[in-house]
């Protein structure tokens, strides 16, 4: 399994971005997307979560209303577009792919990552 987020940069605060995270190696519709995100000298903590069917979402409450996640199984494409970004969503953002169903948790080791994108908001 690889997944290749990309979509991270430098935006002013009340900004939107668009996250996106490319996956091969699986049969994409089987998996739970995720987003996740790591500030400096903070632990990695959930953002987001879609169900494999694209049915089912989740967000984390500092999120909430501001930014969605999408997932398309045709293009085997994650997506998480965020607007009113503030200068405490500054972090490196990841995508994880798992069979299990974390509700608000952080995908384990043993579940497949991708290198992160940087996403940074100037206030």
């Known amino acids: 399994v690889q997944l290749q987020a990309s979509g991270g940069g430098l935006v002013q605060a009340g900004g939107s971005l668009r996250l996106s995270c490319a996956a091969s190696g699986l049969t994409f519709s089987n998996y739970n997307m995720y987003w996740l995100r790591q500030a400096p000298e903070k632990e990695r903590e959930f953002v987001a979560a879609v169900s494999g069917s694209g049915a089912f979402t989740r967000y984390a409450d500092s999120v909430k209303g501001r930014f969605t996640i999408s997932k398309d199984n045709a293009k085997n494409m994650v997506y998480l577009q965020m607007h009113s970004l503030k200068s405490e969503d500054t972090a490196v953002y990841y995508c994880?792919?798992?069979?299990?169903?974390?509700?608000?948790?952080?995908?384990?080791?043993?579940?497949?990552w991708g290198r992160g994108t940087l996403v940074t908001v100037s206030s």
């Open positions: 994880a792919a798992s069979r299990r169903w974390y509700t608000f948790g952080v995908p384990r080791d043993d579940d497949s």
